[in-house]
């Protein structure tokens, strides 16, 4: 990124944007969002809000690196990362896949939204396939704010060996729908641990949740976003979008996860110290756990 190509690194904080205060306008977010579950969210999105706009326009940017010392650096915007793809009236959106081989042959997928489907899903086949007889596999949902439900049946497809299992179901005022995972004819047998944060919603809480309950799954990180109603926009005659919710989705131990989240197994919270030394204490702990390095089993 344009970032890290001047040298700015993971844990460096941000402390003002332009002529903003940062930490005045997080406290003046908290004060307004005192009690909201998705206060953590709010603080992530109220930042990068002014840390985004046209390409090519300039952003000053005042940060504290891993010495403390200030350094104020002009930051030219690029396009962000990955596919950008529009789904009906939803804002537009970045989708990348990341896959990898861990320590020991663990395999890892991390992807940023549950969109795009026909270039997401034959990655996430592909990398499953791969990594059939790996000890574990990390599914990294961490910043994935959703989208389509069905890709998290999809998924699920690939983990779950008994018929029989869902991720939930999602009831309207008409109908109730189960998310029915059909096993493949060939599944994934290894250790899956699944990482979210609080800007995890919509379909990942579905993956999440769904397989947690089935103790499939063991989640580690922070609550997620608890955003898991289903929801349609129309357009409204002046030009804009409303969207409303249309669908509550309750796990299949029959959890709402609305305005609640996913609660980890593993709570597990990154420190500066972590994040300057270039550790993913998060992405450890799932590694550990996965090779058996770790008190906890499911």
């Known amino acids: 990124s344009a970032a890290a190509g001047r040298g700015i690194a993971p844990g460096w904080e941000v402390v003002g944007v332009g002529d903003e205060d940062v930490p005045l306008l997080l406290a003046e977010v908290a004060r307004e969002l005192d009690g909201n579950r998705r206060l953590d969210a709010h603080l992530h999105a109220a930042v990068e809000a002014r840390l985004e706009g ?64 026909l270039r997401l899903m034959p990655a996430v086949d592909s990398a499953l396939q791969t990594h059939l007889e790996a000890p574990g596999v990390v599914i990294d949902l961490r910043g994935n704010g959703g989208g389509l439900p069905g890709m998290a049946s999809g998924i699920a497809r690939w983990l779950v060996v008994e018929k029989g299992h869902s991720l939930g179901t999602v009831t309207t005022r008409e109908t109730t729908l189960r998310m029915v995972i059909s096993p493949r004819p060939r599944t994934f047998a290894g250790r899956v641990a699944i990482l979210v944060d609080c800007r995890s919603g919509s379909a990942s809480e579905f993956l999440a949740a769904g397989l947690q309950d089935i103790g499939r799954a063991r989640v580690f990180g922070t609550r997620s976003m608890g955003a898991v109603l289903s929801s349609i926009v129309e357009r409204l005659r002046i030009g804009g979008g409303f969207q409303y919710g249309f669908g509550n989705y309750v796990t299949a131990g029959g959890t709402r996860l609305e305005g609640v989240g996913v609660t980890p197994d593993e709570e597990v919270v990154a420190t500066r110290d972590e994040l300057l030394a270039g550790r993913d204490p998060v992405l450890e702990r799932a590694v550990a756990w996965i090779l058996h390095r770790s008190e906890h089993t499911i």
């Open 54 to 117: 046209l390409v090519g326009e300039r952003v000053v940017v005042l940060l504290l690196d891993g010495s403390g010392r200030r350094r104020e650096v002009a930051l030219d915007l690029e396009e962000k990362l990955g596919k950008k793809v529009q789904f009906g009236m939803l804002p537009a959106t970045y989708v990348s896949i990341r896959t990898a081989e861990l320590e020991d042959g663990v395999g890892y997928l991390g992807f940023t939204s549950f969109l795009d489907p």
